[in-house]
């Protein structure tokens, strides 16, 4: 069974791209993969985060794993914070990438842009997704675009690691799925959705009551014409909406375009917020249910354990390759 890897950063809410393109994925894969599904709260630090904010919200997508299908009894479900051996691989492997890889990271440069002065963390941010990854000699690991070149990171520093000291750690391969893997905002479709974008109306939180959705939808920027029509190029406003109905609704897109043939947007972005509403309401009371039953720290320590014992394996084998006195 291949293993596989992945987690989200506790800094901001959860949105309806989050969940098609990462979490409806992870409830998918955790039937045929052993998966390792983390919240990363030490990346999430790299940027500067208010204590509470960040406490409670790592709570929350941790909740909201579990509300969206992930079964803590077939994956295991931890927060990063939680396994120490990720920080300490995480310097092991800063101390292998070199300063003209971290340099070329467009993410950093992205998130640097424009600011007096950035953390180090932000910088050496990939060397520790590299350690996440490479910890758990994961085969797999879900990652958006805007993730591709990290991961290339860690296959080149995995390859240069076994190179020097000899076999060991697994080469990861990405996996992007071809459909849903990216959901673009509802203001701008040039732009991915993201959580962090300061217009709340450019995506749905998973968490947004009803009403809001169906507002920021009714409000959804659409192109000129009427026609329902699946045309990136042309369309990519309606384009990004009827790839949001096709994935909540499990249609087709020629699916969709025949349900709403000659109708227009009106009637087609009504029926969308349904849909999307219709999705998240299970997931939400779910979540609620979760956060009010006092499970999910049982759920997080069992998981840190599993993980723990897992990390402590392959992070020995490094030291020792390495030459550091093991006892």
């Keep these: 069974m291949k293993r596989v890897l992945s987690g989200m950063q506790p800094s901001g809410q959860l949105t309806l791209g989050n969940y098609i393109g990462a979490l409806k994925n992870f409830t998918a894969l955790q039937h045929t993969h052993d998966c390792y599904f983390m919240v990363v709260d030490l990346h999430a630090v790299t940027v500067p985060q208010e204590p509470k904010a960040l406490k409670e919200q790592t709570e929350a997508v941790a909740a909201l794993y579990i509300a969206a299908g992930i079964d803590p009894a077939k994956s295991t479900v931890f927060l990063q914070s939680h396994v120490h051996q990720h920080a300490e691989l995480g310097w092991l492997l800063t101390t292998l990438t070199y300063m003209g890889e ?180 299970p997931l939400q009371e779910r979540y609620r249910d979760i956060r009010a039953s006092g499970e999910l720290h049982n759920i997080l320590r069992e998981g840190a354990q599993r993980a723990s014992e897992q990390a402590e394996l392959m992070l020995r084998r490094t030291k020792e390759k390495m030459g550091f006195l093991v006892l």
Excluded at 136 to 146: E, F, I, T
């Design 102 to 281: 971290l340099e070329r990271m467009t993410q950093f440069k992205d998130k640097s842009a424009g600011k007096e002065s950035v953390g180090a963390g932000l910088f050496t941010y990939p060397s520790l997704m590299a350690a996440d990854i490479l910890l758990y000699n994961a085969d797999l690991v879900p990652v958006g675009d805007d993730q591709k070149q990290h991961l290339e990171l860690t296959r080149d520093l995995a390859q240069r690691f076994n190179q020097r000291f000899g076999d060991t750690f697994t080469i990861p391969e990405p996996y992007i799925p071809k459909l849903g893997a990216r959901i673009m905002s509802l203001d701008d479709a040039s732009k991915k959705m993201s959580k962090s974008n300061p217009n709340q109306g450019s995506f749905i939180a998973l968490l947004d009551p009803p009403d809001v959705i169906r507002k920021k939808i009714s409000r959804a920027v659409t192109d000129s014409g009427r026609e329902v029509k699946f045309d990136p190029q042309n369309k990519p406003e309606v384009s990004n909406l009827i790839s949001i109905y096709a994935q909540c609704a499990n249609k087709s897109i020629a699916e969709v375009e025949a349900l709403y043939e000659g109708q227009g947007y009106g009637p087609f972005k009504k029926d969308l917020a349904e849909q999307v509403v219709a999705l998240l309401q």
